[in-house]
Nanobody, 126 residues
Framework: QVRLAESGGGSVQAGGSLRLSCAAS???????????MGWWRQALGKDREIVAA???????YYADSVKDRFTISRDNAKKMLYLQMNKLEPDDTAIYYC?????????????????WGQGTQVTVSS
């Protein structure tokens, strides 16, 4: 039903910024607005963890580690999800995944996300 494609990853020095984008393609008859959308990341040797999420009613969730540094936003008309990342730290180095959940309800549970992109690498050097 939903295909997701991330872009915008890259290498940056600590303190720098990056903006990730996620383009969604939906099957005929499905609207983007009702979906829960989120950004997750997985660092080498670690479990995947949520970074930020935005529900269908634009409520947001942020992991404590990124609060006040990252901003999640969505553009329903363009079927796009964004993650503005400022003041990047080496610990932010990971593969970042865009994910979607059909419930629309804001959630930080991985099981609530049924659709995943291929991921984009973010590397922050000290």
């Amino acid at each position: 039903q939903v295909r997701l494609a991330e872009s915008g990853g890259g290498s940056v020095q600590a303190g720098g910024s990056l903006r990730l984008s996620c383009a969604a393609s939906l099957s005929w008859g499905y609207a983007y607005g009702p979906y829960l959308m989120g950004w997750w990341r997985q660092a080498l040797g670690k479990d995947r963890e949520i970074v930020a999420a935005v529900g269908s009613r634009y409520s947001t969730y942020y992991a404590d580690s990124v609060k006040d540094r990252f901003t999640i936003s969505r553009d329903n008309a363009k079927k796009m999800l964004y993650l503005q990342m400022n003041k990047l730290e080496p610990d932010d180095t990971a593969i970042y995944y865009c994910a979607a959940g059909s419930s629309g309800r804001l959630s930080s549970l991985e099981s609530d996300y049924g659709y995943w992109g291929q991921g984009t690498q973010v590397t922050v050097s000290s």
